[in-house]
């Protein structure tokens, strides 16, 4: 045999060991590769799967009914406004109209808040 | 209508016994891939059980180009790559041949006799320092019994360079021990 190819291709195929250094390494080589990883899937593997399938549905659902609730609010806000001819002019309402900025600000903390939750917070409590 | 067909469309339907069926069918394939290319014990189980969830999410899309295997196989392979790259682990590029076929088989010197089962440690130890693709498509064609075109579809690699892969990796990991056994032959 003359190149590492041949020597690849005979131990592969035949599986016999020779005399040659390289033939025993290849063998060796060959034998290692056989061996499964050192790693097990836990005993519940498939359970913990399905568990977060599960709560992936149930949070998408809970999403739809989060959009359908805060959309109807939206709607039945406007409605009821131009109804009943509403204005923004008492109350927390004037004080806010001095502060726009605090207003967005306070509306991107608590979303970027909710964002930090969802991406870092619980799927690190996840089992 | 063949069984992995049958499952698949079964699964697609959301038959959540079906998918358990998948799993236990699969899991041995995704651990070998997950267990070989990964190196922290404490991500690999997270990691098998996202390429699951990916497989649940995808498998509506999957039309029996290839084998269900050959497809599970390709989604262990780039999720584990992606995991690498999001860890800014080096495997984007298979590093310069000669200074890392020099560095590789330099890297350690041989100092002690060992018995064969220290020595099947230490060849794990080889195969583990070698670059992702190389011990994918290691797993893969060893591990697997896939052949080159299935390995090349997994990886997205083209045939060529799934055996010039296998073949570099062998020599790299064979040189190494050999240095272990020639050491042996002098004691």
Same mark, same amino acid.
């Given at each position: 045999m003359k190149n590492e190819e041949d020597f690849q291709n005979h131990i592969d195929k035949s599986g016999k060991e020779g005399n040659d250094m390289d033939l025993r390494a290849y063998q060796l080589v060959f034998n290692a590769l056989k061996k499964e990883p050192q790693f097990d899937l836990s005993e519940k593997f498939a359970d913990k799967i399905i568990l977060r399938i599960e709560e992936k549905r149930e949070a998408s659902r809970d999403s739809v009914w989060m959009l359908i609730g805060v959309g109807s609010f939206i709607i039945t806000a406007i409605i009821s406004m131009v109804l009943l001819n /509403?204005? /923004?002019?008492?109350?927390a309402f004037r004080f806010f109209a001095g502060y726009p900025g605090l207003l967005l600000f306070g509306t991107l903390f608590i979303l970027g808040l909710h964002l930090l939750d969802k991406k870092f917070v619980r799927p690190s409590i996840r089992l | 209508m063949t069984d992995d067909q049958a499952l698949v469309a079964r699964v697609a339907k959301g038959d959540m016994h079906a998918f358990r069926f998948l799993i236990k069918k699969h899991e041995r394939l995704v651990s070998h891939m997950v267990g070989r290319l990964i190196d922290n014990s404490e991500d690999r189980e997270e990691l098998c059980q996202d390429i699951f969830m990916k497989v649940h999410e995808k498998v509506g899309e999957f039309? /029996? @180009?290839?084998?269900l295997s050959t497809w599970i196989a390709s989604i262990a392979y780039h999720h584990s790559i992606n995991h690498l790259r999001k860890k800014k682990l080096p495997i984007s590029d298979i590093p310069d041949e000669e200074r890392f076929t020099t560095h590789f088989i330099s890297e350690e010197n041989p100092e002690e006799e060992l018995n064969d089962e220290m020595m099947n440690s230490l060849i794990v130890k080889f195969i583990d320092q070698l670059p992702a693709q190389y011990k994918a498509v290691l797993t893969l064609y060893?591990?697997? @019994?896939?052949?080159y075109p299935e390995i090349g579809e997994a990886t997205g690699m083209p045939e060529g360079t799934v055996k010039n892969y296998l073949f570099r990796a062998r020599v790299l990991v064979k040189e190494k021990v050999k240095k272990y056994l020639s050491k042996e032959e002098l004691l």
């Open positions: /509403f204005k /923004f002019n008492f109350g | 039309n /029996f @180009q290839s084998k060893h591990l697997e @019994q896939m052949t």
